[in-house]
T-cell receptor
């Protein structure tokens, strides 16, 4: 049973058209992460929520926003996608503490046309 | 920004050989984790080592951590073709921030 679910698995959007990617979890974890991963590269942390506290990475473009309306759901909004935003977007969850791993969803592959 | 650098970037070995990957990082950590990723798929957690631990084993995996050198290594013994994947270290730090290294692409041939 999937514990971190990302929808959709594949998303095609037009250049400049806002798009939202979603992530839900059944683990009741207090930490949620969004990563961007381009081909043959490492996952790059965009931001993460530590409970309700939003932590934005300094080099995350303003074009990327996130919402976490409750513990279970987290959204990634790309306000004006550019061709360079085409990538795999990965959501992950974990709990606070130094003994726990992160659980990843299968990712959403975003194509910008 | 990436927290860690991994080397080698790519590693090709034959089935049955051991594979060693190294990870270096920059800031203090709570723990260090290793993940595996098959092409186009999500990340799968392999093993976690806390900052106060020096070595950990799980099946064919052995991880070491040297916090004084800010480095870790992952050893896969008796590799199999199915071990072919990318391997990433990830550091867990303040406010549960989890940051990945650059990764090692492992190819295991028959």
């Amino acid at each position: 049973d999937a514990m971190v679910i990302q929808n959709p698995r594949y998303q095609v959007t037009q250049f400049g058209k806002p798009v939202t990617l979603s992530c839900s979890q059944t683990l009741n974890h207090n930490v949620m992460y969004w990563y961007q991963q381009k081909s043959s590269q490492a996952p790059k942390l965009l931001f993460h929520y530590y409970d309700k506290d939003f932590n934005n990475e300094a080099d995350t473009p303003d074009n990327f926003q996130s919402r976490r309306p409750n513990t279970s759901f987290c959204f990634l909004d790309i306000r004006s996608p550019g061709l360079g935003d085409a990538a795999m977007y990965l959501c992950a969850t974990s709990v606070t503490g130094d003994w726990t791993e992160a659980f990843f969803g299968q990712g959403t592959r975003l194509t910008v046309v | 920004s990436q927290q860690g650098e991994e080397d080698p970037q790519a590693l090709s070995i034959q089935e049955g050989e051991n594979a060693t990957m190294n990870c270096s990082y920059k800031t203090s950590i709570n723990n260090l984790q290793w993940y595996r990723q098959n092409s186009g798929r999500g990340l799968v957690h392999l093993i976690l080592i806390r900052s106060n631990e020096r070595e950990k084993h799980s099946g064919r995996l052995r991880v070491t951590l040297d916090t004084s050198k800010k480095s870790s290594s992952l050893l896969i013994t008796a590799s199999r073709a199915a071990d072919t994947a990318s391997y990433f270290c990830a550091t867990h730090g303040t406010a549960s921030k989890l940051t990945f290294g650059t990764g090692t692409r492992l190819q295991v041939t028959l």
